[in-house]
């Protein structure tokens, strides 16, 4: 009788082993695949976009080449923002544990590219995502950003770059109260804005200039 009582107990142990180890596995599996997934989203929202930027360096904006890639990036965005939206829905944002860095950046990224009512739409989530700590300001405000410039207002911190083709060259979108632009930035653990200008865009931040096209955007 104890012998069977001790075999009964060695087979329940090995079973709950088991059965965690599977529960680790599966764990592992989960990160992984979802890694795999947001590293296969970055590539194909990324590549057409430099190569379409590099394009538009050499033959202008509104060149054929660089729209062939524009063309590609729409394309692989339409699956992209399906995908993102998939992994937002099923919970809350995923632990930075999951999906890292760059994979905050990836979801980012794609929703920065998305429709304004889905990027107004996940603002919430971003920013219960910043409390939790599993997002960084930096994300957040860029979304805010780019959404204050679709509706025609000021922007903040001076992340978005906006095509004027009256004078067929880029230029930053007026931001509000450029003379404290860096304190606002610096607050939130950004460099400053001729720093993010220049490495992001090669673009030289002028204040002079930027005070006065946010007054005239102002007086318009």
Request: with cysteine; glycine share 4%; proline share 4%.
């Amino acid at each position: 009788m104890r012998f069977i009582f001790i075999l009964f107990l060695l087979i329940t142990i090995s079973c709950t082993n088991k059965n965690k180890s599977k529960k680790t596995i599966t764990s592992i599996d989960r990160t992984e695949n979802l890694i795999a997934v947001l590293d296969t989203i970055w590539e194909k929202e990324q590549t057409p976009i430099r190569l379409r930027d590099s394009l538009i360096n050499i033959y202008g904006a509104e060149s054929k080449e660089a729209e062939l890639y524009q063309k590609e990036y729409r394309k692989n965005h339409t699956l992209n923002i399906k995908k993102i939206k998939k992994i937002l829905d099923k919970s809350d944002w995923p632990e930075l544990t999951q999906i890292g860095e760059q994979g905050n950046r990836t979801i980012c990224n794609v929703l920065q590219h998305a429709d304004q009512e889905t990027r107004e739409h996940y603002i919430p989530l971003m920013k219960q995502a910043v409390l939790d700590k599993k997002l960084e300001p930096r994300f957040l405000v860029r979304a805010e950003d780019r959404i204050a410039t679709d509706k025609g207002e000021l922007q903040i911190y001076g992340g978005q770059m906006k095509y004027y083709p009256e004078t067929k060259s880029f230029n930053i979108w007026p931001v509000y109260d450029p003379v404290n632009i860096d304190k606002r930035r610096a607050e939130i653990g950004l460099e400053p804005i001729a720093e993010f200008l220049k490495n992001r865009f090669d673009f030289e931040w002028n204040l002079e200039e930027q005070i006065k096209r946010t007054e005239e955007f102002e007086n318009k």
